[in-house]
């Protein structure tokens, strides 16, 4: 069975800190990549320092990330979710497709136009990732 490997931008509330809240069921972006037998999280990226040293120790994560265009040219990644604030959505979705990435999964809302959202949906369909919205 094949590994999928994992890259999160964005570490914040909906990506793991949500997960401190649950004890049964994963409820966070981590949590559930975590719990897929197949996946796995290999690398992180974050503006604010110590979400992402909090992120890295609590997920086992090591490359970790300020700059996503950095992660995504330095890791391989299979599946690449994004889990930043709306307005950064169509660039990092865009840039995640164009890197190699087999699919992208992004928090709502996708875009704030429907422009963006096209661009988006190009991107993708141009290099064959499969996009998924939450």
């Known amino acids: 069975v094949e590994t999928y490997r994992v890259g999160i931008i964005g ?3 909906i990506a793991s800190k949500m997960e401190d809240q649950s004890d049964e ?3 966070s972006i981590a949590g559930a990549f975590d719990a897929l037998p197949n996946t ?5 990226c974050n503006r604010g320092s110590e979400g992402l040293s909090t992120f890295g120790k609590k997920w086992d994560v090591d490359n970790l990330y300020h700059d996503y265009q950095k992660m995504l040219n330095k890791e391989d990644l299979d599946i690449i979710c994004v ?6 959505h169509p660039a990092m979705v ?3 497709a164009e890197s190699g990435a087999k699919g992208v999964f992004c928090e709502k809302p996708m875009a704030l136009s429907l422009g963006d959202c096209d661009r988006m949906i190009k991107a ?3 290099n064959r990732t499969k996009l998924l919205i939450n």
């Open 40 to 44: 796995e999280i290999v690398a992180a």
């Open 83 to 88: 889990a930043t604030h709306p307005p950064l």
């Open 124 to 126: 993708c369909e141009e």
């Open 11 to 13: 570490c914040g509330r």
């Open 94 to 96: 865009v840039a995640a």
């Open 25 to 27: 069921h994963p409820i």
